[in-house]
C-alpha cells in the first residue's frame, strides 16, 4: 500500500457542465377554423316604461327673524260677545238686601 505524501493536496478537476442537445421542435399545424354562419339577429329597442317624475313639494320658505325689540308682539284679541242668557249685571256693584 503506497501512502501518499502530506504535501500534495487532492484536488478535484472541475467538470465542465454537458451541454443537453436542443429538442427539435415539431411544426404543429393550425387547426382550420371554418367559419361559423349565424342567422342574424335582429335587434329590437327595448321598451322603456317612463318614468313617473315624483311631484316637487313647494318648500317652506322659513320666517326670516327679527330682531327683538322688547315688547312682546300684539295677539289678536278674540271679539267681545255679549251673553243673551244673563241678564244685565250692571256695574257689578252688589248692594246688601234692604233690612226688613
Do not use: K
Request: hydrophobic share 20%.
Amino acid at each position: 500500500m503506497a501512502a501518499r505524501p502530506a504535501s500534495t493536496p487532492t484536488r478535484r478537476m472541475p467538470t465542465a457542465p454537458t451541454a443537453t442537445p436542443p429538442t427539435p421542435r415539431t411544426a404543429t399545424p393550425p387547426t382550420p377554423t371554418a367559419p361559423m354562419r349565424t342567422a342574424p339577429t335582429a335587434t329590437r329597442p327595448t321598451p322603456t316604461a317612463p318614468t313617473a317624475t315624483p311631484p316637487t313639494r313647494p318648500t317652506a320658505t322659513p320666517p326670516t327673524p327679527t330682531a327683538p325689540t322688547g315688547r312682546r308682539p300684539e295677539r289678536p284679541r278674540p271679539p267681545q260677545r255679549r251673553r243673551p242668557d244673563l241678564p244685565d249685571q250692571g256695574l257689578g256693584v252688589t248692594r246688601p238686601p234692604a233690612p226688613g
